[in-house]
Protein backbone atom coordinates (compact mmCIF):
# COMPACT_ATOMS: atom_id res chain seq x y z
CA UNK A 1 0.00 0.00 0.00
CA UNK A 2 2.51 2.95 0.92
CA UNK A 3 5.89 1.85 -0.23
CA UNK A 4 7.54 2.45 3.10
CA UNK A 5 11.53 1.64 3.17
CA UNK A 6 13.26 0.57 6.85
CA UNK A 7 15.16 4.09 6.59
CA UNK A 8 11.81 5.63 6.79
CA UNK A 9 10.71 3.82 9.87
CA UNK A 10 13.81 4.18 11.60
CA UNK A 11 13.56 8.31 11.05
CA UNK A 12 9.79 8.25 12.12
CA UNK A 13 10.34 6.19 15.16
CA UNK A 14 13.69 8.38 16.08
CA UNK A 15 11.03 11.62 15.96
CA UNK A 16 8.41 9.87 17.50
CA UNK A 17 10.12 9.23 20.49
CA UNK A 18 12.13 12.32 20.71
CA UNK A 19 8.52 14.24 20.30
CA UNK A 20 6.26 12.15 22.75
CA UNK A 21 8.94 11.05 24.93
CA UNK A 22 10.11 7.34 25.94
CA UNK A 23 7.02 6.82 28.62
CA UNK A 24 4.23 7.96 26.16
CA UNK A 25 5.88 5.83 23.12
CA UNK A 26 4.19 2.21 23.98
CA UNK A 27 0.76 3.59 24.80
CA UNK A 28 1.44 5.20 21.23
CA UNK A 29 2.86 2.89 19.35
CA UNK A 30 -0.01 0.12 20.81
CA UNK A 31 -3.20 2.93 19.70
CA UNK A 32 -1.33 3.63 16.23
CA UNK A 33 -0.97 -0.69 15.75
CA UNK A 34 -4.61 -0.72 16.75
CA UNK A 35 -6.00 1.93 14.32
CA UNK A 36 -4.08 1.02 11.39
CA UNK A 37 -5.72 -3.02 12.43
CA UNK A 38 -8.86 -1.91 12.29
CA UNK A 39 -7.90 0.29 8.67
CA UNK A 40 -7.10 -2.48 7.13
CA UNK A 41 -10.18 -4.83 8.40
CA UNK A 42 -12.69 -1.52 7.15
CA UNK A 43 -10.24 -1.93 3.61
CA UNK A 44 -11.20 -5.53 3.49
CA UNK A 45 -14.78 -5.13 4.10
CA UNK A 46 -14.68 -2.90 1.72
CA UNK A 47 -13.14 -5.31 -1.01
CA UNK A 48 -14.48 -7.88 -0.25
CA UNK A 49 -17.69 -6.27 -0.66
CA UNK A 50 -16.84 -4.47 -3.68
CA UNK A 51 -15.88 -8.13 -5.45
CA UNK A 52 -19.14 -9.58 -4.39
CA UNK A 53 -21.13 -6.94 -6.21
CA UNK A 54 -18.75 -7.49 -9.40
CA UNK A 55 -19.48 -11.19 -9.25
CA UNK A 56 -23.40 -10.15 -8.47
CA UNK A 57 -23.60 -8.05 -11.25
CA UNK A 58 -21.24 -10.49 -13.62
CA UNK A 59 -24.31 -13.01 -13.16
CA UNK A 60 -26.91 -11.19 -13.17
CA UNK A 61 -25.78 -10.43 -16.62
CA UNK A 62 -24.92 -13.90 -17.01
CA UNK A 63 -28.50 -14.77 -16.43
CA UNK A 64 -30.15 -11.68 -18.66
CA UNK A 65 -28.29 -13.66 -21.44
CA UNK A 66 -29.55 -16.98 -20.25
CA UNK A 67 -33.08 -15.68 -20.84
CA UNK A 68 -32.63 -14.00 -23.92
CA UNK A 69 -31.60 -17.27 -25.41
CA UNK A 70 -34.27 -19.34 -24.16
CA UNK A 71 -36.58 -16.67 -25.47
CA UNK A 72 -34.96 -16.72 -29.01
CA UNK A 73 -34.85 -20.70 -28.88
CA UNK A 74 -38.66 -20.45 -28.07
CA UNK A 75 -39.06 -18.07 -30.89
CA UNK A 76 -37.53 -20.32 -32.91
CA UNK A 77 -39.44 -23.30 -32.41
CA UNK A 78 -42.79 -22.00 -32.44
CA UNK A 79 -43.04 -21.96 -36.50
CA UNK A 80 -41.63 -25.62 -36.71
CA UNK A 81 -44.49 -26.90 -33.70
CA UNK A 82 -47.24 -24.91 -35.89
CA UNK A 83 -46.02 -26.82 -39.26
CA UNK A 84 -45.98 -29.85 -38.08
CA UNK A 85 -49.48 -31.81 -38.17
CA UNK A 86 -50.12 -34.41 -36.52
CA UNK A 87 -51.21 -37.46 -38.48
CA UNK A 88 -55.08 -38.42 -37.50
CA UNK A 89 -55.45 -41.89 -34.93
CA UNK A 90 -55.45 -44.76 -36.58
CA UNK A 91 -58.81 -46.27 -36.36
CA UNK A 92 -59.05 -49.58 -34.74
CA UNK A 93 -59.69 -52.36 -36.73
CA UNK A 94 -61.78 -54.54 -34.77
CA UNK A 95 -62.35 -57.92 -35.48
CA UNK A 96 -65.80 -58.69 -36.89
CA UNK A 97 -67.27 -62.26 -36.22
CA UNK A 98 -69.53 -63.68 -39.02
CA UNK A 99 -72.59 -65.58 -38.08
CA UNK A 100 -72.82 -68.69 -40.07
CA UNK A 101 -76.78 -68.32 -40.46
CA UNK A 102 -78.88 -71.72 -40.86
CA UNK A 103 -82.02 -72.03 -43.29
CA UNK A 104 -84.53 -73.01 -40.59
CA UNK A 105 -86.09 -76.41 -41.28
Known amino acids: MFDVGFSEIVLIAVVALVVVGPERLPKLARTLGALVGRMRGY ?7 VEREMQFEDLKKLQQHIHSQQVQTEQLSEP ?19 KKVTPHE
Not at 43 to 49: D, I, L, P, R, W
Not at 80 to 98: D, E, F, I, L, M
Open 80 to 98: VKKSVRRKPAAKSQTKRTV
Open 43 to 49: VATVKSE
